[in-house]
């Protein structure tokens, strides 16, 4: 939107002509399109928001938001402290580095959260797999379904 990008249509999305590029955290907005999309982010902050398709988001330096949405999405976030949410779809979220925020989807997410004081948020009703990595990291899960690993601290829903 704003700029004539394509997210996934060759163009670099995000690179200058994206509305709402400021200072502020995930000021710089990525859309998807309704179809599989390919987002990257920039360096500076990026909220990239994917559609209904099996999209592949991918962040970068910056404290990024990345949203799934629809679709059996693979989202990754590379550094900076990112919140990141999956969406409708049995998701793959991975991310590096950072204090970051995950929330998973309705379905069967997968969840790998990197070095740094994570929250891993995964008690939406369906059984995730959940890695909270290294650091003190929390994971909030459904008591009955979820599976977690080297998480410093659980909490039960």
């Given at each position: 939107p704003g700029?004539?990008?394509?997210?996934?249509?060759?163009?670099?999305?995000?690179?200058?002509?994206?509305?709402?590029t400021?200072?502020?955290p995930c000021s710089n907005r990525i859309d998807g399109?309704?179809?599989?999309?390919?987002?990257?982010?920039t360096k500076?902050?990026?909220?990239?928001?994917g559609r209904q398709g099996n999209d592949r988001i991918k962040g970068r330096a910056g404290a990024d938001c990345l949203l799934g949405k629809g679709g059996n999405d693979k989202i990754a976030g590379n550094g900076g402290g990112d919140t990141?949410?999956?969406?409708?779809?049995?998701?793959?979220?991975?991310?590096?580095?950072?204090?970051?925020?995950?929330?998973?989807?309705?379905?069967?997410?997968?969840?790998?959260?990197?070095?740094?004081?994570?929250?891993?948020?995964?008690?939406r009703g369906a059984r995730d797999t959940i890695d909270c990595g290294p650091g003190k990291d929390t994971a909030i899960i459904n008591k009955r379904k979820d599976s977690v690993r080297?998480?410093?601290?659980?909490?039960l829903r």
């Amino acid at each position: 939107p704003g700029g004539g990008d394509t997210p996934g249509g060759g163009d670099t999305p995000g690179t200058g002509d994206t509305p709402g590029t400021g200072d502020g955290p995930c000021s710089n907005r990525i859309d998807g399109t309704g179809d599989r999309d390919k987002l990257g982010g920039t360096k500076a902050s990026d909220r990239i928001v994917g559609r209904q398709g099996n999209d592949r988001i991918k962040g970068r330096a910056g404290a990024d938001c990345l949203l799934g949405k629809g679709g059996n999405d693979k989202i990754a976030g590379n550094g900076g402290g990112d919140t990141v949410r999956g969406g409708g779809g049995k998701d793959k979220i991975k991310t590096q580095g950072g204090a970051d925020v995950i929330r998973g989807g309705r379905k069967a997410d997968t969840i790998k959260a990197g070095g740094g004081k994570d929250t891993v948020r995964a008690a939406r009703g369906a059984r995730d797999t959940i890695d909270c990595g290294p650091g003190k990291d929390t994971a909030i899960i459904n008591k009955r379904k979820d599976s977690v690993r080297r998480c410093e601290k659980v909490k039960l829903r």
